[in-house]
């Protein structure tokens, strides 16, 4: 399936291709009925135009055939773009992006503004109804700060604690609003953005919000979409259908490493908690997420526990 809906036009299918599609497609909406699924959007998929229309034209279908899809977004190049006209230097410590006051007011612009306005209203163009939020709408997003710590070579002595700001970590989430908005048939779109209890702003990973927000609401699927094809073994061949066990040995003998070891664990840390499957799929492949979910294929990785 995956070959002919990535080369093919829609003028190249017969009908009985059309009818082949539709028949595949029916047993996963079938089963997916009613469903949630989070989606973590980034990547290419955010900046190429065509993969943007096509991901916002795939939310609006997975939600008219009964799906509940729940889009978390990064921003990372484009809070980089604005820091870069205002002559800000953007910092980096252990891949944190360094955060004092006058950054995390551009990361709240861009994230909770530009970005988080533009796939609304990309998904209201295709005939969808999305509204736009950040964890401190609501309520929805209970943060707390992140410290990061150097360790001594001495260790004896206590570890070095490096202050990043106003980056955080998720402490807990309210679900409330988002299935509100499900139940209306409205389609959450969330900048990963949360207020501490001392009512500070905090920039949170879109992974790790689109995880923990995947385990509270008792999603099935959590989908993470990257820039690459998915898990791959040493000979660079796409994994998929594994276990929990399985990938704890990938990454143990260093199949699983570098960048997509992060993404590995959020994926682990949500089917070990509930959520039935997660699935690492490359966002650069038109409609990857109907791919994914509706046809036998799929475009990437599946975890399950």
Do not use: C
Request: no cysteine; glycine share 12%.
């Amino acid at each position: 399936m995956t070959g002919p809906l990535v080369s093919q036009t829609a003028n190249d299918f017969s009908a009985a291709d059309r009818v082949r599609v539709l028949a595949e497609a029916l047993p996963y909406i079938q089963r997916f009925r009613s469903k949630t699924v989070v989606i973590k959007y980034g990547g290419n998929a955010m900046v190429d135009e065509t993969l943007k229309q096509g991901f916002a034209r795939d939310v609006v279908l997975l939600k008219l055939v009964g799906i509940n899809p729940v889009v978390v977004h990064g921003g990372g190049p484009q809070i980089g773009e604005h820091l870069e006209r205002i002559g800000k230097k953007s910092e980096f410590v252990q891949g944190m992006r360094v955060t004092d006051r006058e950054t995390m007011d551009v990361v709240e612009m861009v994230l909770g503004g530009l970005v988080n306005k533009e796939i609304v209203n990309l998904i209201n163009q295709h005939g969808g109804k999305a509204v736009g939020l950040t964890g401190k709408d609501g309520g929805l997003i209970r943060a707390r700060k992140m410290v990061l710590s150097k360790t001594k070579a001495d260790a004896q002595r206590p570890s070095e604690i490096i202050d990043i700001g106003h980056v955080g970590d998720v402490q807990s989430i309210d679900p409330h609003v988002v299935s509100l908005l499900d139940e209306a048939e409205f389609i959450p779109v969330i900048a990963p953005i949360g207020v501490g209890a001392d009512g500070a702003t905090y920039n949170i990973n879109a992974d790790v919000v689109a995880g923990k927000l995947a385990i509270t609401l008792k999603a099935e699927k959590l989908i993470l979409l990257t820039n690459t094809t998915g898990v791959l073994d040493k000979a660079g061949a796409l994994l998929t259908g594994l276990t929990a066990r399985v990938v704890q040995e990938l990454i143990e003998d260093g199949t699983i490493h570098g960048g997509m070891l992060p993404k590995v664990e959020r994926a682990l840390d949500a089917v070990a908690s509930g959520v039935k499957s997660a699935h690492i799929i490359d966002g650069r492949v038109p409609h990857a997420v109907l791919l994914e979910i509706l046809t036998d294929s799929g475009v990437g990785t599946l975890i399950r526990a």
